[in-house]
């Protein structure tokens, strides 16, 4: 087993309309045809417009050594999305938050699930982070410049709405009338 990669962790498995089934998936299994599971992330930005990121560990399945959102993670059987996010941040961070108030931004559905996508502002102190050491090496705030400079430069995992992530922090729906001042 890789270091890091949990394969006694169980997923609730949801339904295509993100109805939970009652049945159970083992990470690394093969998920069956109409089976799909739960991602959540969380992207923290601070009080002078940075993004909080994290760079996994070079023994992480997938992009090793890459710098990535603040947080991800699968939820895990029982968890809601709320719920994982908050977890996931306390293991992989140390930091503890309250998202009871908050729904995910934005949701993107993939192949095998959906992914979550939380966006909050809170001014982290990353000195005292406790980095969950088979996960994260190191942690940075970027602004939008530096974040699409570590895109191009193949440092950064290319998800395909970091050259809008900075706006979308600001809006609660479609529309740009919806952006919050």
Not at 23 to 30: A, S, W
Not at 48 to 53: D, V
Request: glycine share 6%; net charge negative; aromatic share 10%.
């Amino acid at each position: 087993m890789v270091r890091g990669e949990n394969e006694d962790e169980l997923w609730d498995i949801y339904d295509k309309d993100r109805r939970v089934t009652g049945r159970l998936h083992r990470r690394g299994d093969k998920l069956l045809e109409g089976d799909y599971h739960l991602v959540v992330h969380v992207c923290v930005f601070n009080s002078n417009n940075q993004l909080l990121i994290q760079q996994r560990q070079p023994w992480k399945k997938g992009w090793p050594n890459m710098w990535d959102l603040t947080v991800g993670g699968s939820a895990l059987a029982g968890d809601d999305s709320v719920t994982a996010a908050e977890r996931e941040t306390k293991e992989e961070l140390g930091l503890e938050l309250d998202l009871s108030k908050e729904r995910p931004r934005f949701t993107i559905n993939f192949p095998e699930g959906f992914d979550d996508y939380y966006i909050i502002t809170q001014d982290v102190n990353i000195e005292e982070l406790d980095l969950q050491e088979d996960e994260v090496q190191a942690v940075k705030w970027v602004d939008k410049v530096e974040l699409l400079h570590m895109v191009e430069n193949g440092e950064m995992i290319p998800y395909y709405f970091l050259d809008i992530i900075f706006e979308l922090k600001d809006i609660w729906g479609s529309r740009i009338s919806d952006v919050r001042k």
